[in-house]
């Protein structure tokens, strides 16, 4: 792995610049000009690992502008397709999201303007708020499947699949050590 160490913010250009024309990876100090070392190596992979999820983020939300979507609009669509016709609340919903958002109502919100989603009060809970899929919201999250699926390729396309699955196992046992 080639490294550079740069002096002026012309060599961080063209650092970046090489680093995507040749592929190679860049540390993450690189990335966000940091010129102290991290406290540990800890703080380092959690950095990283904002770093990198952010970076993701960014990178899928790419694809999903041209279909009027942001990433947690697409992961709200997804979820009431795995719900099936039955729907799900919509706190529910909130709870199953991969960012979860204070702001839930007002991502449905948008969702049923836009006519992908519909809500209706429960008569025998009127608190609970039930969410479905509409015809043109299924055909939407049906339509981006190919695309996603070339995205989520390409975001790790760095990775074989034994690093893939490792990452995963990594992720995952990050997660369990921490409260929720």
Same mark, same amino acid.
């Given at each position: 792995m080639r490294r550079f160490f740069c002096r002026n913010s012309l060599d961080w250009l063209f650092n970046d610049y090489y680093s995507i024309?040749?592929?190679?990876?860049?540390?993450v100090r690189e990335e966000i000009r940091q010129t102290r070392l991290f406290r540990?190596?800890?703080?380092?992979? !959690?950095?990283?690992?904002?770093?990198t999820a952010d970076v993701v983020h960014r990178f899928l939300e790419q694809s999903l502008v041209a279909h009027d979507l942001t990433v947690q609009q697409y992961n709200v669509l997804r979820i009431l397709r795995?719900?099936?016709? =039955?729907?799900?609340?919509?706190?529910?919903?909130?709870?199953? +999201? @991969?960012?979860p958002t204070p702001? @839930?109502?007002?991502? @449905?919100?948008? !969702?049923e303007k836009k006519g992908l989603v519909e809500r209706e009060? +429960?008569?025998?809970?009127?608190r609970c708020v039930l969410c479905t899929l509409t015809p043109a919201g299924l055909e939407s999250v049906n339509g981006l499947d190919d695309l996603v699926d070339r995205r989520d390729e390409e =975001? +790790?396309?760095?990775l074989d699949t034994a690093q893939t699955m490792e990452l995963i =196992? +990594?992720?995952?046992?990050?997660?369990a050590g921490l409260p929720r």
């Open positions: 024309c040749m592929n190679t990876p860049t540390s540990s190596p800890a703080q380092e992979a !959690l950095v990283a690992l904002a770093r795995g719900a099936g016709p =039955a729907g799900l609340p919509t706190l529910e919903i909130g709870e199953r +999201l @991969i960012q702001g @839930i109502t007002r991502l @449905i919100d948008r !969702l009060r +429960l008569a025998s809970d009127r =975001a +790790l396309q760095g =196992a +990594l992720l995952d046992r990050v997660r």
